[in-house]
């Protein structure tokens, strides 16, 4: 616990990654080979179950913002250890409503509403494909939580796409 509250977050799960390979490597030298899985899910208790929590209230929005894929990736891979991806999956759509709902109830910005959405769904696409290995579960998060902001503002948001959209077209059909 004290190594969590002294680090932040990708320093932590790094630590975390090297103690359990470290582990790992002792129990194939040293121990039969009936303890490792036992002295495996020891490990990953202390150095992940434990502080689930901890992890993603610190540290999970920073890298988030930060686009941080390889930090992500290495954060799904650790909980995919524990089964704890529910954990992760919350977190991701409590991130996503969070960080949306900024776009959305914005009344000064809807000019740009549109496409700072657009924005913010390529990104989180990028991080699903890099950091979260396309799982399903994880798509349908990212999906149902746009659908959750897209229905914040009533008919507004699907105004202003359906005038991004014919503003495109026409831009298009000018070029030809």
């Not at 039969?32 to 179950?49: C, F, H, S, V, Y």
């Not at 700072?116 to 890099?130: A, C, N, R």
């Not at 990212?142 to 914040?152: G, M, R």
């Amino acid at each position: 616990m004290k190594y969590m509250q002294q680090s932040d977050v990708p320093e932590y799960l790094k630590h975390a990654e090297e103690r359990l390979h470290e582990e790992n490597e002792r129990c194939i030298l040293y121990l039969d080979a009936g303890t490792r899985k036992p002295l495996i899910a020891t490990t990953e208790k202390q150095l992940l179950e434990c502080h689930i929590s901890p992890i993603l209230d610190k540290g999970f929005t920073t890298l988030m913002d930060g686009r941080r894929t390889e930090d992500l990736q290495r954060l799904y891979t650790l909980l995919s250890r524990i089964d704890a991806f529910e954990f992760l999956r919350q977190a991701l759509s409590s991130y996503i409503r969070k960080s949306g709902q900024r776009i959305v109830m914005d009344d000064e910005k809807d000019k740009d509403m549109v496409q700072s959405l657009l924005d913010f769904k390529t990104s989180l696409d990028t991080i699903w494909e890099e950091s979260f290995s396309k799982n399903e579960s994880f798509g349908n998060t990212i999906k149902d939580s746009f659908e959750h902001l897209i229905n914040l503002r009533q008919n507004r948001p699907a105004e202003l796409i359906a005038k991004f959209l014919d503003e495109k077209l026409r831009a298009g059909n000018k070029g030809t």
